[in-house]
């Protein structure tokens, strides 16, 4: 049984008006991030903090329960109670100091919180208004060092809706927006990273099943030597493992949060002590989906481990 402790504080536009006691870390029985792996984790906070302090209570014991290396977080909305999560982590936590960044480009940002024992530079990509139809939040990279490996991880967000079928005559066709977002992620890749350790993720708002004729995401599905999705066992296997529950039944379950890797870490993919997984946080509280879905967020984060040599 897994009992939370809400402490309930005002609220400013900012975030908390008061400082208060740190949370006690209560997911006992949650495990992933390892000290023999890298590991990193997309979750999309749904408007976080959509239940202001009581999200950022349950969304901090989350992540020291996860204890991943990197959180690739998508739909930020207040500064103020994220940079409160991230002050909490280093007020509970004596064994690592934990940063952040969060873009500044819409309403609901992408951002990182991450371990930051490592060398670390973030920026935007394709942050011109002539890539806005493509990227309605521009793509956010982080350039990490862990433990001597250079990791290129390229966070996003991309066009939500749509009606399950791509017209590529529609430049405005949701579907055909993701698609052209794929293409350019793939051409950033070719040209400025080629051999580097890749990984793209991130609430990709579309599932990887469909045929050809509809994939938003063939151009990496086509290049089976260059790209893989960890995931893709999961988007064809039991719905109860999909990262969106969904609305109801016109918006059914679907699985819609993805890790792609490039071919300079499949090796590192199929060490027996890599894994991917969506993180079932719903299964550890009382109330299940209705208390995650109503204090934290519609999306269950993804995550990636990775052993490297």
């Not at 903090?49 to 020291?64: E, F, G, P, R, S």
């Not at 938003?216 to 089976?224: A, K, R, Y």
Request: aromatic content about 12%.
């Amino acid at each position: 049984m897994v009992v939370f402790i809400i402490i309930s504080c005002g609220k400013t536009e900012s975030g908390p008006t008061s400082v208060d006691p740190p949370i006690v870390p209560i997911l006992d029985s949650l495990f992933f991030g390892t000290d023999s792996t890298f590991e990193i984790v997309t979750w999309n906070i749904e408007h976080f903090a959509k239940q202001n302090q009581v999200t950022v209570n349950y969304v901090v014991q989350i992540i020291l329960a996860i204890d991943a290396d990197v959180f690739a977080l998508q739909e930020i909305e207040s500064s103020g109670y994220f940079d409160y999560v991230v002050d909490e982590l280093n007020e509970i936590d004596s064994l690592y100091n934990w940063d952040r960044y969060k873009a500044n480009s819409t309403y609901i940002d992408l951002a990182y919180i991450y371990k930051s024992n490592s060398s670390i530079d973030i920026f935007e990509i394709y942050n011109s208004d002539d890539y806005s139809r493509e990227f309605p939040r521009s793509p956010l990279v982080m350039q990490i060092s862990h433990n001597g490996n250079e990791i290129h991880v390229i966070n996003n967000h991309l066009k939500a809706m749509g009606d399950g079928t791509m017209n590529l005559n529609d430049p405005w066709d949701e579907e055909t927006r993701r698609f052209d977002a794929c293409n350019l992620l793939d051409e950033y890749i070719a040209v400025n990273l080629t051999q580097s350790n890749v990984i793209v993720l991130g609430d990709l708002n579309d599932i990887l099943t469909d045929e050809q004729i509809n994939n938003v995401f063939w151009t990496f599905i086509s290049q089976p030597d260059n790209y893989i999705f960890a995931d893709m066992d999961i988007a064809e296997g039991s719905s109860s493992n999909w990262s969106w529950q969904g609305w109801n039944s016109s918006y059914p379950p679907s699985h819609l949060d993805h890790i792609l890797i490039t071919n300079e870490l499949f090796d590192e993919f199929e060490d027996t002590l890599s894994t991917v997984k969506t993180i079932k946080i719903d299964e550890y509280l009382d109330v299940g989906w209705n208390e995650y879905d109503t204090n934290v967020s519609d999306h269950r984060p993804v995550g990636l481990k990775l052993k490297f040599e």
